[in-house]
């Protein structure tokens, strides 16, 4: 069941991406990102509908998932860039050219 963010209050819909974040464990190479940043990216992909809140009722869990298919690198082989809202996608690997 998809819950839309507005309907959790501000200190849930953070603590829930709070514990998404932390639980990634997604490397951004040369630069680290800060939570705030990360929290930031989160909800504007919430947002703008590029990621979901699922709750599950067999787990009886929430969780963020994307709601965009990534290309392949072989469709796309722009490397994403870590300074917009592509956190969801970060743990890809591209190819050299």
Do not use: W
């Amino acid at each position: 069941m998809d819950i839309p963010p507005e309907r959790l209050s501000p200190d849930v819909l953070r603590s829930l991406i709070e514990a998404f974040i932390l639980r990634e464990g997604t490397d951004y190479g040369l630069s680290e990102v800060g939570l705030e940043e990360k929290v930031l990216a989160v909800r504007k992909q919430l947002s703008n509908g590029k990621a979901k809140i699922v709750y599950d009722d067999e787990t009886e869990s929430c969780n963020i998932v994307s709601t965009v298919i990534p290309q392949t690198p072989v469709q796309s082989r722009q490397k994403p860039s870590y300074d917009n809202d592509d956190y969801l996608y970060s743990d890809v690997e591209y190819p050299e050219d």
